[in-house]
């Protein structure tokens, strides 16, 4: 896919997945025009079911994407917050994965997971052991799903903009 939209700065290809954005309705469609002309070129055929067309905010990659911002799917928020405190060491490394994977929005994520993380030492992904939760790693779990849960949206730079960094 990538090939197929290589030369287009107004979309990006992950997979069979092409998310176009553009300033206006009427760009939006000659960059809507391109890109179905150069999946035509290719061979490739789209699954109309399965499209968004001049919406202002979509789904992508596991994110809300729009013109402001990016920010957690609520959906995938809400599974984190139903999880209560891990038992075993398989349900820590589930939410440890859903931590990675939106480890962008947490202030301190590195620390929170390393402290989580000690938890599986020595343990391999399927112990049905029982975990211990010190009072330090509790806390810190519960942190954790607050902070995504209140996550701040992150906003697109725009290569037009000057940015002073501190």
């Known amino acids: ?22 300033e206006t309705k009427e760009q939006h469609k000659l960059d809507l025009d391109r890109v179905l002309l150069r999946l035509s070129d290719f061979g490739l055929l789209i699954n109309l ?21 990016i920010q957690p799917l609520p959906k995938k928020v809400k599974v984190l917050l139903d999880f209560s405190l891990p038992k075993f060491v398989e349900e820590l490394c589930r939410v440890l994965a859903m931590i990675k994977f939106y480890h962008e929005f947490l202030k301190g994520a590195a620390k929170v997971k390393s402290c989580l993380n000690d938890l599986t030492k020595r343990k391999s992904k399927s112990d049905k052991t029982p975990l211990f939760w010190p009072e330090n790693e509790e806390i810190a779990f519960k942190k954790v799903k607050k902070e995504i849960a209140d996550a701040s949206l992150l906003a697109h730079l725009y290569q037009t903009q000057r940015y002073l960094l501190l």
């Open 1 to 22: 896919m990538d090939n197929v939209v290589r030369d287009s700065d107004f979309c990006i290809a992950y997979l069979d997945d092409i998310f176009i954005f553009s």
């Open 49 to 69: 079911n399965k499209c968004v067309f001049g919406a202002s905010k979509g789904h992508f990659l596991g994110y809300l994407v729009s013109k402001h911002c």
